[in-house]
């Protein structure tokens, strides 16, 4: 381990004595109470009033018709990606999957919860390269994937950091070809484009209440659609799909998916708190944005014509000309360090040494060992070949590998002073000396 108290480049900084998280919980009383409220009333289990006041109030902020409240964002994820092939495909035999047999397009640079629900249900995802101007799925690569695999029906597309994507141009590539649409807008919950919110533009959408989320129940997640078949059948697999009879019957395979009630008024403590967690992590955002001025570096971009994100995760992409060597292995990393220069691993590695929590950006799921025989589509068509070309004299490898070999995530917590702040934009500032 490198042993950066030793660096005279850092001399005078001290470290954080309480860890500045790259984003944590933030509570703020009224969850207890309303968990304390289902202890009281003992509806414990997964039924109540904080159940269904959570899905009325996320219905309404979102404007979509349904919510069902789930045990996390994945489950979600994984009976909107059910609900969709089987929308497109039928009903399959018991213990085959709706996509079996068939390729989705899914967003390369995401977290694998997105595209995972896609092999549960026997799917193979091709993997959709990225564009530079929001870090999501780039349309003109959407396009060339249909030139590719004519036949696909389903996308499945994530908002990287709370940052929404081009949505107009990846609704307009999907309706040419009579697709349907799966929104992951678990990190963009309250982000909006063109005034309309994120979970919103899909057929079948999901948000998450995870732990790290901008708010959260510790844990949960929410199936977001205006139909109300699909609504019906999520809400009946979810609790095992059993039917209404007296006895336990079942006539399709069912989950133990469906949102707790204590959880709930964890949820239901937050909602009321969305707009101002997010108004604290924009304010870090542009506090980042600003302190960084004069370095080589650009923060995670976004359409400030069009949308407006939640600015869920700050994140820095370091400028070509100003990347140290850096080689990364599958599971380590190294580089030289430079005057003038940095990279992401001696960045993190400074952080972390001052008791701060970065992180690398989500590596692409085509740089994934588990999805190594999948396909990846660049906008120009050639993707595989090229995928562990990272920087190479400057030359941009696909724009997933390359943003990944360039970025980071700076700790974004929204408990983070500005002081503290301060302190970690000093940090990052002598990396560059
Ligand atoms: C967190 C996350 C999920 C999964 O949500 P969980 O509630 O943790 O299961 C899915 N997709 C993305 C992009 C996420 O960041």
Redesign the pocket.
């Known amino acids: 381990m490198y042993d950066y108290s030793k660096d005279s480049r850092f001399a005078g900084i001290e470290p954080f004595e309480k860890k500045i998280w790259l984003a944590s919980p933030t509570m703020h009383g009224e969850e207890l109470a309303y968990m304390t409220e289902a202890y009281e009333t003992n509806w414990m289990s997964t039924a109540g009033a904080n159940i269904n006041e959570v899905e009325k109030e996320v219905a309404e902020k979102i404007g979509c018709r349904y919510a069902v409240a789930l045990a ?4 979600a ?1 994984h009976l909107a990606v059910k609900i969709a092939g089987e929308q497109l495909y039928g009903q399959p035999r018991v213990g085959h999957g709706t996509l079996e047999g068939r390729k989705a397009f899914c967003s390369d640079m ?2 694998d ?2 595209v995972n629900p896609v092999a549960y249900e026997g799917g193979e995802a091709v993997f959709i390269d990225t564009e530079p101007d929001t870090w999501n799925m780039d349309p003109a690569a959407l396009e060339k994937a249909f030139e590719l695999y004519p036949d696909v029906r389903l996308v499945v597309m ?1 908002h990287l950091y709370g940052t929404p994507g081009k949505l107009d141009e990846l609704k307009a590539v999907c309706d040419r070809h009579g697709t349907l649409i799966v929104e ?1 807008a ?2 963009s919950f309250g982000a909006t484009y063109k005034g309309v919110q994120t979970g919103r533009f899909g057929d079948c959408n999901i948000i ?3 732990g790290n ?1 901008i708010i959260t129940g510790s ?3 929410m199936f977001l659609t205006d139909s109300e078949e699909a609504a019906h059948k999520v809400r009946k697999w979810s609790t095992q799909s059993r039917e209404d009879a007296a006895w336990y019957q079942h006539e399709e395979l069912g989950y133990n998916y469906r949102m707790s009630n204590v959880i709930a008024g964890v949820v239901r403590g937050q909602l009321p708190h969305l707009e101002e967690h997010i108004a604290q992590k924009k304010a870090i955002y542009m506090r980042y944005k600003e302190g960084f001025r004069d370095l080589p570096v650009s923060m995670n971009p976004y359409d400030a014509r069009n949308s407006e994100p939640n600015f869920w995760l700050s994140c820095l992409l370091i400028d070509r000309e100003a990347m140290c060597p850096q080689v990364r292995g599958e599971k380590d990393a190294l580089y030289v360090t430079e005057p003038g220069k940095s990279c992401p691993t001696e960045i993190l590695g400074a952080i972390a040494a001052f008791n701060a929590e970065g992180r690398p950006i989500w590596k692409p799921m085509h740089m994934q060992p588990v999805y190594r025989m999948h396909g990846f589509i660049t906008r120009d068509g050639s993707g595989r070949a090229r995928s562990n070309a990272y920087i190479d004299e400057g030359a941009l490898a696909d724009v997933g590998a390359d943003i990944f070999a360039r970025g980071l995530c700076l700790p974004s917590d929204n408990k983070m002073t500005a002081e503290q702040q301060d302190r970690i934009i000093e940090i990052v500032h002598r990396c560059f000396r």
């Open positions: 996390t964002g994945t489950a994820l995401t977290f919860a997105t994530a992951d678990a990190e998450s209440f995870n989320k844990a949960g997640g």
